[in-house]
């Protein structure tokens, strides 16, 4: 993500975590070390990549404990996906072997 667009949230959330209410003031020191610009659906479950609208200030504790909730909803979509392909493979094949078996009858 461009640095102007974390600016650009960073500035509409007046540099403060959505989750916890840390403000983050520039004597703190380099801005990376304490909020960081965060997708609020993440790009992985569709969200839109630069809509502001989907983007949020975090800190980067409240950062770490979302993208782990992320991760594990991502997780889940990517078994449910792979179950779903499983279950549409063995309906073709189920469908194949029943033609086969009526060829024989």
Same mark, same amino acid.
């Given at each position: 993500?461009?640095?102007?667009?974390? @600016?650009? @949230?960073?500035?509409?959330?007046?540099?403060?975590?959505?989750?916890?209410?840390?403000?983050?003031?520039? =004597?703190?020191?380099? @801005?990376?070390?304490?909020?960081?610009?965060?997708?609020?659906?993440?790009?992985?479950?569709?969200?839109?990549?630069?809509?502001?609208? =989907?983007?949020?200030?975090?800190?980067?504790?409240?950062?770490? $404990?979302?993208?782990?909730?992320?991760?594990?909803?991502?997780?889940?979509?990517?078994?449910? $996906?792979? $179950?779903?392909? $499983?279950?549409?493979?063995?309906?073709?094949?189920?469908?194949?072997?029943?033609?086969?078996?009526?060829?024989?009858?």
């Amino acid at each position: 993500m461009e640095n102007w667009l974390k @600016i650009k @949230i960073f500035t509409r959330d007046n540099y403060t975590c959505q989750k916890c209410g840390y403000v983050y003031n520039q =004597n703190d020191g380099y @801005i990376g070390k304490y909020i960081e610009c965060d997708h609020i659906i993440p790009i992985a479950l569709d969200g839109a990549e630069l809509d502001p609208k =989907n983007l949020q200030t975090l800190c980067v504790k409240c950062h770490k $404990e979302k993208t782990k909730e992320d991760v594990n909803k991502i997780a889940e979509k990517r078994r449910e $996906e792979k $179950e779903r392909l $499983e279950a549409i493979e063995l309906e073709k094949k189920r469908q194949r072997y029943a033609q086969y078996w009526e060829s024989l009858a």
